[in-house]
């Protein structure tokens, strides 16, 4: 433990202070607590954390440089960007988990077939002849990208989504309209990464901003996989949300 | 769309290329698909995904930035960086999560009674003067740090913890001993964050690290609120896991 009376200590200590108070406030906004958009003022901060007014002043530093407020002088520290709810409690393509937000619209890059990867075709189930069916999509919320979406389809699945409204849709809903099969399951895992340039620039951060990488594996309620995603999620912008329980069955 | 024929056109094109291959490898490291630990050699990549050498290279470069591969001249692209899969499948503590990988051990920063924010209170169900437990716990993974963990616990419970094993124990574990009552559920969101300067030097990385930064709120099978959480997780260390279902039921 570092010593509070050092000069190290005490900088470290108000540093640890800084975050326990950010922590807080973030998922505070997270939460929706402050309706007018403008926090407590420091003062009003400092009382209810039990922190120094230097933790205080830091903490709003750690929340501005995520872009989630802004602070002007004289009016305060306004929130700018509470972030999305993406549950992941449940299958659920972008527009159907954020419909209450606003429609999402897709700026359709790439939709075609390829010969895929020996690595996709074998996730997918296939021989590593047989085509799929490609898709990139920008995905937007409002005026701001939301993701970038790189998809895979078997190809009797992913070809009728040719010619059907991708600017518009989600794949989920499309495929269980024109396939006339439900989709059953899929396996996700969702990685924390820095976006690279060419990344950053197209979903309009930072080069080096924390993104959500998510790999997505899709099934048809028979089983069969039919839908393999690599999704880029601007940090910014979503929380993922589960409810989990001890025993492994779904909340 | 950006037109290949141009100079723009033919960088975005390799790019676009770079990243589909980057994804497609990263997530057969997540895998644990290469076995010797060695990647194909590029000649193998370049036929395996029908992209250029130059693309090729440049996904590699991308995986090499993220910490997952070293390039060696003449050895070839070797995996240094496998992540541990978190399954967000059920409620677990990470020693439990991650018991096949080794033993966590815990460098415990803090523990003691603290007067909690008035928003902690509230989430924990308790009356602003009430004390609460704090413990802010330094988590290892065999060499290296893997999470840092600030977590709040209603006074009844988390008391009796102080005179316990926190460097070796999970909270979870200790919770259920010592009140000889099971954990029911948790709430849960998931953010994707670049690490602040102090945060960062804890866990050991780079300022600006993706990191997850989780929020838990984890209650007794009674339903009450006793453990709030939040999490800062390595994200070059961890992989979050889990199966979805269209029906909403936990697979």
Do not use: C
């Not at 903490?59 to 989630?68: C, D, F, I, P, Q």
């Not at 509470?82 to 897709?106: Q, V």
């Amino acid at each position: 433990m570092s010593d509070p009376r050092t000069a190290r200590g005490a900088w470290r200590l108000r540093a640890d202070r800084a975050r326990q108070v950010a922590d807080v406030v973030r998922q505070q906004i997270a939460d929706g607590v402050f309706g007018t958009g403008l926090l407590p003022d420091e003062r009003t901060l400092v009382a209810e954390h039990g922190a120094s007014r230097n933790a205080v002043r830091e903490a709003l530093r750690l929340l501005s440089a995520e872009g989630l407020v802004v602070r002007n002088r004289g009016v305060g520290t306004r929130v700018v960007a509470r972030k999305y709810e993406h549950g992941l409690d449940r299958l659920a393509g972008l527009a159907e988990a954020l419909h209450e937000h606003g429609p999402i619209s897709n700026e359709v890059r790439a939709a075609h077939r390829i010969r895929p990867p020996d690595a996709v075709a074998a996730r997918l189930g296939l021989a590593a002849e047989q085509p799929v069916v490609y898709l990139e999509r920008l995905r937007w919320l409002g005026d701001r990208p939301l993701s970038l979406d790189l998809t895979y389809l078997a190809e009797d699945i992913g070809a009728p989504l040719l010619s059907e409204d991708l600017e518009n849709r989600d794949v989920f809903a499309l495929i269980e309209e024109t396939s006339g099969m439900p989709l059953g399951s899929a396996e996700v895992s969702v990685q924390s990464v820095n976006a690279d340039a060419e990344t950053a620039a197209v979903l309009g951060v930072a080069e080096g901003a924390a993104v959500f990488a998510i790999d997505r594996l899709t099934r048809l309620a028979d089983n069969r996989p039919v839908d393999l995603e690599s999704i880029r999620i601007r940090g910014d912008r979503i929380t993922l949300r589960s409810v989990l329980r001890r025993t492994g069955e779904r909340a």
